[in-house]
């Protein structure tokens, strides 16, 4: 590590290529706003997933219909996440966690009246949660580009761990048993409680510091003299042609997209495994599956430890691995006991994998091309996600099992061609900015 140097107040956030120093004690006032209206977003996303489901199944029996509810939900995300992150890097990223979360609140609102006065039907419900995800490829860009804006760079896996550990807390521990119990009390309850939330983040977002507009403010009111005429459809190609031309995040995408694909496919018919399987009754399964959050938040609490002590390389390709070897166990020992350290282990080790992936790519991306770049990874990185959970139920057909060896096992053998490249990582403070290639 470079020798210390003096920091800045805690509420004047380092450019992201500012010389390094120690890591602070805190991370100063910007990000608490930032990690606040997170949680307060992550509540009402949560109340969000747990409600449609549940509305859905009082407005229909059609298991397909009830089903459709989980593929809308992710639809937006291969349709909107590059257009959306051409967006952010066009405007003041402030405004725009500011109108996704005011756009979301209107329609927590809607939802909300259509029920109070019997209007909801299922395709409402649909238009709705398909809105939702739109507006949601928006915010969670926004929010992903705005915090290398404001913590230096040695503070991103810490920055990036404390929001992956607030999404889990909120989503898995609130959320969850809040909107079923109030749910049964009065649905308009928690309907009600989602749309403050997201009241409450959008209004946050304007207390941001100007830094978190994004550094393309600057680069365009340096390029203003040039032409206006820069594509929104060339834009749409700038994520894709960065990546593409780094020597880390181009290997680096191609090893996540493989890894998002035999994962979903391992834990694809986690339910019936659970239930049939490991034969835990029904009424516990959402206890039983507390213990995979609860891992996620122990991985996103010493992942930054873990990065200071060994590197951000080493931990990545060790977690890499460890993950898919944990379901690889489960299968081949299908016991409550393997399967709760098992799931634990692999949801803590996909949480460190998350908090370092991000933080390379916030280091290693010009903040005037964070959204575009980030549309793009999560646009192919989740469109294949659905394919892995298509490949997970027709191994499911043979066994229950078969899922976790097969697709477990095929996610060791990515993890072990990738290991090297994977150690070698530098950490985030280490990576220098690469500049977009020209055609």
């Given at each position: ?252 995408w191609f090893l996540s997209i493989l890894i998002a694909l035999f994962f979903a496919a391992a ?45 951000a390389g080493p931990v990545m390709a060790a977690a890499n691995f460890v993950g898919p070897v ?114």
């Open positions: 590590m470079p020798p210390a140097l003096p920091l800045p107040p805690d509420d004047t956030p380092t450019p992201p290529g500012s010389p390094d120093g120690p890591a602070r004690r805190g991370l100063g006032r910007s990000f608490t706003n930032v990690f606040t209206a997170n949680i307060s977003s992550s509540l009402a996303d949560g109340i969000a997933r747990v409600a449609a489901p549940l509305l859905a199944a009082r407005l229909t029996d059609d298991p397909l219909l009830v089903a459709g509810i989980a593929a809308v939900a992710m639809l937006p995300w291969l349709f909107f996440a590059i257009p959306s992150g051409v967006l952010l890097d066009r405007i003041d990223r402030r405004h725009a966690m500011a109108i996704a979360n005011g756009a979301r609140t209107l329609l927590a609102a809607l939802l909300l009246t259509l029920f109070a006065t019997g209007t909801l039907t299922i395709w409402w419900l649909y238009v709705v949660i398909f809105a939702y995800g739109a507006l949601e490829t928006l915010y969670d860009g926004a929010i992903r580009a705005v915090v290398p804006a404001i913590v230096r760079r040695p503070d991103l896996p810490r920055a990036n761990s404390r929001i992956e550990a607030g999404e889990l807390v909120v989503q898995n521990f609130l959320a969850v048993p809040l909107t079923s119990a109030l749910f049964a009390v009065a649905v308009v309850i928690p309907l009600g409680i989602g749309a403050l939330s997201y009241a409450v983040a959008g209004v946050l977002a304007f207390f941001l510091p100007a830094a978190a507009a994004g550094a393309h403010r600057a680069h365009q009111a340096h390029h203003a003299l040039a032409p206006v005429r820069t594509t929104f459809a060339r834009q749409l190609t700038d994520g894709f042609r960065f990546i593409m031309s780094h020597p880390m995040l181009r290997p680096l834990i694809a018919t986690d339910v019936l495994f659970v239930l049939e399987r490991l034969d835990v009754p029904e009424q516990w399964f959402g206890v039983f599956m507390l213990s995979g959050a609860v891992g996620g938040i122990v991985g996103a609490v010493v992942v930054s430890p873990l990065k200071v002590r060994f590197g944990a379901l690889v166990v489960m299968g081949f020992f299908p016991t409550v006991p393997v399967a709760v350290v098992c799931l634990a282990v692999s949801f803590g080790s996909t949480s460190v994998w998350n908090v370092l992936v991000m933080s390379l790519r916030q280091a290693a991306i010009p903040g005037h091309l964070l959204g575009r770049v980030h549309g793009t990874w999560r646009t192919l990185l989740w469109g294949t996600m659905p394919l892995g959970s298509l490949l997970g139920g027709l191994l499911a057909r043979i066994d229950l099992t078969t899922p976790l060896l097969v697709a477990g096992g095929l996610t060791v053998a990515v993890a072990a061609v990738g290991y090297r490249f994977l150690h070698g990582l530098p950490n985030p403070e280490d990576v220098a900015e690469h500049a977009l290639p020209t055609r």
